[in-house]
């Protein structure tokens, strides 16, 4: 497996996925293993031996791979090789990838410029490499087959989940003293994830400013996730309401790792407006936190939600914000998309995504 991806030195949805297949796989028959752990790949067990991290740069084997493609291939003691995303090269062992979504190739003005036709090149001819490739959702498979021409023979679906103390109900005390320290009232508008243009936050403040102001007085926006890239606009929007007197806050970090979950807890409505996901795990998060949602009806939202939440147009910020009024104001309707989004929680966890990864690594060591 390669390192867990960080944005801007926080885990994001591919570091979160990768941290949860490296604690449930052991309990799923197998062992992770770093590059330089000695067991020889001939001698099996019952547990498979998954390779953790390559021992060159994927920048250095991929520059190798490329010059010398018929001959070079990255020795790997282990049974299998997991790339947790794109960054795959050829190996002396099976290599199975999973592959998120093709946000780069579909919608590359989402994604930061920088050398991004070289990226999309590698990622490409990378994908070519993989022996199997793992979907994190059926949406997703039709955007690999589409935009990078993956044999769908080749591709198997197994979706995200949550740890299971998500499914716990936190602590009232914790959740007040994590309220506390962050100066938030309780039943707050919620929405998480890192700042970018296709996760749909300035539409989702204009949304929140359509509400009645004694609604937004009681029910403030708390935004939380990293700065990412092309969200200067969005900061400055955010700033410019903080200091208009709105009742809106940014937190570009937490203090604490168990915050998270308690911030969750601590909200009214969770909001993820976003215009394009292979998943969407803060959904999950929230249905298992026992939090109404309002989600867009975009790419694999649908697919995750499962009719738990409150479905809307992106797009739409007037749409946006009745449901938002509705998940604040309707009892029924409240509790409906509680139980609704807690049963779908309950149907989705990382220890059935770790035991379905492992039944993928069987399948491909058994071809």
Not at 4 to 26: E, F, N, S, W
Not at 221 to 243: D, F, H, S, Y
Not at 331 to 355: I, K, N
């Amino acid at each position: 497996m390669i390192e867990p991806g960080l944005t801007k030195g926080r885990l994001d949805g591919i570091g979160v996925y990768t941290q949860a297949l490296l604690r449930h796989l052991p309990r799923a028959g197998c062992q992770v293993a770093p590059y330089s752990w000695p067991r020889p790949r001939s001698a099996r067990g019952a547990d498979i031996t998954v390779g953790q991290a390559l021992p060159q740069s994927f920048e250095a084997a991929s520059i190798v791979d490329l010059v010398t493609p018929a001959a070079h291939r990255v020795h790997m003691p282990a049974d299998i090789f997991h790339a947790t995303d794109y960054r795959i090269v050829r190996m002396d062992c099976p290599v199975v990838a999973t592959l998120h979504d093709a946000l780069p190739i579909k919608y590359p003005e989402w994604c930061s410029p920088r050398l991004r036709r070289t990226k999309n090149w590698l990622q490409r001819k990378a994908i070519a490499k993989a022996d199997h490739v793992i979907a994190v959702s059926h949406f997703a498979t039709t955007e690999l087959v589409e935009y990078f021409g993956v044999d769908p023979r080749r591709i198997s679906v197994v979706l995200n989940g949550v740890d299971p103390e998500w499914l716990q109900e936190a602590d009232p005390q914790a959740v007040a003293a994590a309220l506390a320290r962050y100066q938030l009232r309780p039943g707050y508008f919620l929405t998480v994830g890192t700042l970018q243009p296709r996760k749909n936050v300035e539409r989702l403040l204009d949304a929140w400013l359509l509400l009645p102001k004694l609604l937004r007085e009681e029910r403030g926006l708390v935004v939380v996730g990293a700065p990412g890239w092309r969200c200067e606009t969005l900061l400055a929007r955010l700033a410019a309401a903080r200091e208009a007197g709105e009742n809106v806050v940014w937190l570009d970090k937490v203090l604490e790792a168990q915050d998270l979950r308690l911030l969750y807890a601590g909200a009214g409505v969770f909001v993820f407006p976003s215009l394009y996901e292979g998943f969407g795990i803060p959904v999950l998060e929230a249905f298992a936190a026992r939090i109404p949602v309002v989600a867009s009806n975009a790419s694999s939202l649908p697919e995750v939600t499962a009719g738990a939440a409150l479905e809307v147009d992106p797009l739409d910020t007037a749409a946006m914000a009745d449901a938002m009024r509705i998940l604040a104001e309707n009892a029924p309707e409240r509790a409906r998309c509680v139980a609704a989004g807690r049963a779908r929680a309950e149907q989705l966890t990382w220890q059935d995504t770790a035991r379905q990864t492992a039944d993928v690594y069987r399948a491909v060591l058994s071809q």
